[in-house]
């Protein structure tokens, strides 16, 4: 059994910082791939930054410069530090793991996801 749980949402005036954590605990899962995904009000799931377990980062053309994904391997968290909010990020946020063989800012490839965390901007 696999558990993803999120933590650091919160509401933000435009321009303002939160940092989103997601810590897994359980055992017989694998990945290669941890993520952040959003998905706002009538709009579709989107992909916002993806990390793999050797490092390396990817992020949508929206959050960069401004987000900031990172792990610390020894606590299995990821951190997502959200800089210069915008109204437009307002959302819920998840977090995933799985064995991604596809893009990784793409939902489908993902097994395992938390039940998300709110973020709302305003301006």
């Known amino acids: 059994q696999v558990q993803l749980v999120e933590s650091g949402g919160g509401s933000v005036q435009a321009g303002g910082s939160l940092r989103l954590s997601c810590a897994a605990s359980?055992?017989?899962?694998?990945?290669?791939?941890m993520g952040w995904f959003r998905q706002a009000p009538g709009k579709e799931r989107e992909g916002v930054a993806a990390?793999?377990?050797?490092?390396?980062?990817t992020y949508a053309d929206s959050v960069k410069g401004r987000f900031s994904i990172s792990q610390d391997n020894a606590k299995n968290t990821v951190y997502l530090q959200m800089n210069s909010l915008k109204p437009e990020d307002s959302a819920m946020y998840y977090c995933?793991?799985?064995?991604?063989?596809?893009?990784?800012?793409?939902?489908?490839?993902?097994?395992?996801w938390g039940q998300g965390t709110q973020v709302t901007v305003s301006s």
């Open positions: 995933a793991a799985g064995l991604v063989a596809g893009p990784p800012l793409t939902p489908r490839g993902y097994s395992y």
């Open positions: 359980g055992s017989g899962y694998s990945r290669n791939w």
């Open positions: 990390i793999y377990s050797g490092g390396g980062r």
